[in-house]
């Protein structure tokens, strides 16, 4: 399935997916009604997100998921919204999320699907407090076994170049989401007044370079000396560079592909293989990034010939417009 062809924009999402099924005489129907669930989700999501606060929806639970980090009420209503519009239409065959130790299958009284859904529900979420922008990331897998029967880890453990579409939805001032099947990459926002998806953003293309960074640098004394470097170097008068740091990856992510720039998350001493989760963070982001004519990689290489051994399994991220994502990887290349 590709998103390719010529695309209005203000279409509306399901207008765009039935114009796409249209042109692949070969599709079932599963891939269409996989997105149209996503879009469900999403628009629960975002309804529950701008009501948090008079909705209950703000704080922890109290509980610690399988990351050590703290789960927010909005974090398992986002995780529990996406695997149940997810899980009866037949479409999926397993599901793993960044709030689950496990995977998902779909209970036994539903049809098990052709697709693998990878997703980190609510990114950003010690942003939901101080109502900063917050994210659902995902990525799209083809099963390799035989489609009906249950699923296996197999299914799910795949280098990124098994991908088959991947995308993001951003709740902030407003709704977006952002989609591809590996050829162009559009953004839809959401008019709240009709509770649909419109075409906004037709075909997100990266200029090869750009002249803007986003990095935590409170963390650049555990840093590669040589990035520590890099990242000083852009600050010297006359270069004309700018920081833009908002501390949730697909809102730093969001903001770079539509304006440009390079996104990095480095590895550091504490973190020897990086920190961000390669099936639902690196991997989603990077399809897209590539699509969009831009780089990813874990400064060595690429992100989507990477195999996670895990889960949550975990990998350092430079990714971004293309020039300084090839010129930061050589940088840090091994001597």
């Given at each position: 399935m590709e998103f390719s062809g010529h695309f209005e924009e203000g279409m509306t999402l399901d207008r765009f997916i039935f114009e796409t099924t249209q042109s692949h005489p070969e599709a079932t129907g599963q891939f269409a009604t996989l997105l149209q669930q996503v879009s469900l989700a999403a628009r629960m999501v975002s309804s529950?997100?701008?009501?948090?606060?008079?909705?209950?929806?703000?704080?922890?639970?109290?509980?610690?998921?399988?990351?050590?980090?703290?789960?927010?009420?909005?974090?398992?209503?986002?995780?529990?919204?996406?695997?149940?519009?997810?899980?009866?239409?037949?479409?999926?065959?397993?599901?793993?999320?960044?709030?689950?130790?496990?995977?998902?299958?779909?209970?036994?009284?539903?049809?098990?699907?052709?697709?693998?859904?990878?997703?980190?529900?609510?990114?950003?979420?010690?942003?939901?407090?101080?109502?900063?922008?917050?994210?659902?990331?995902?990525?799209?897998?083809?099963?390799?076994?035989?489609?009906?029967?249950?699923?296996?880890?197999?299914?799910?453990?795949?280098?990124?170049?098994?991908?088959?579409?991947?995308?993001?939805?951003?709740?902030?001032?407003?709704?977006?989401?952002?989609?591809?099947?590996?050829?162009?990459?559009?953004?839809?926002?959401?008019?709240?007044?009709?509770?649909?998806?419109?075409?906004?953003?037709?075909?997100?293309?990266?200029?090869?370079?750009?002249?803007?960074?986003?990095?935590?640098?409170?963390?650049?004394?555990?840093?590669?000396?040589?990035?520590?470097?890099?990242?000083?170097?852009?600050?010297?008068p006359g270069m004309g560079w700018t920081a833009r740091y908002i501390g949730s990856l697909v809102a730093d992510f969001h903001r770079n592909l539509l304006k440009g720039g390079i996104f990095l998350y480095p590895a550091t001493a504490k973190n020897p293989e990086g920190k961000l989760r390669i099936l639902y963070e690196a991997f989603p982001l990077a399809f897209l990034v590539e699509a969009a004519g831009g780089a990813a990689t874990d400064g060595r290489q690429r992100i989507l010939d990477l195999t996670p051994d895990g889960l949550h399994a975990r990998t350092a991220l430079f990714i971004g417009n293309k020039d300084l994502v090839d010129e930061v990887t050589a940088l840090l290349q091994p001597a």
């Open positions: 529950r997100v701008n009501r948090a606060g008079l909705a209950g929806m703000l704080g922890g639970t109290g509980e610690v998921n399988v990351q050590g980090e703290f789960v927010q009420r909005l974090d398992e209503y986002a995780n529990d919204a996406f695997k149940r519009a997810l899980e009866h239409p037949g479409v999926i065959a397993a599901l793993a999320s960044e709030e689950d130790e496990g995977p998902f299958y779909p209970p036994a009284r539903f049809r098990s699907g052709r697709y693998v859904f990878c997703m980190d529900p609510l990114d950003g979420s010690s942003n939901i407090d101080v109502n900063a922008t917050i994210g659902t990331i995902f990525a799209i897998f083809r099963r390799k076994s035989v489609e009906g029967g249950p699923a296996s880890m197999d299914d799910i453990l795949r280098p990124g170049r098994d991908i088959v579409a991947a995308g993001y939805v951003i709740y902030g001032s407003g709704t977006v989401m952002v989609i591809s099947a590996g050829h162009g990459v559009h953004g839809f926002t959401l008019d709240p007044a009709v509770g649909e998806f419109f075409l906004s953003h037709p075909d997100i293309k990266l200029s090869p370079t750009a002249k803007t960074w986003s990095v935590n640098e409170g963390y650049a004394a555990a840093f590669d000396p040589r990035l520590r470097d890099w990242i000083e170097s852009r600050k010297a």
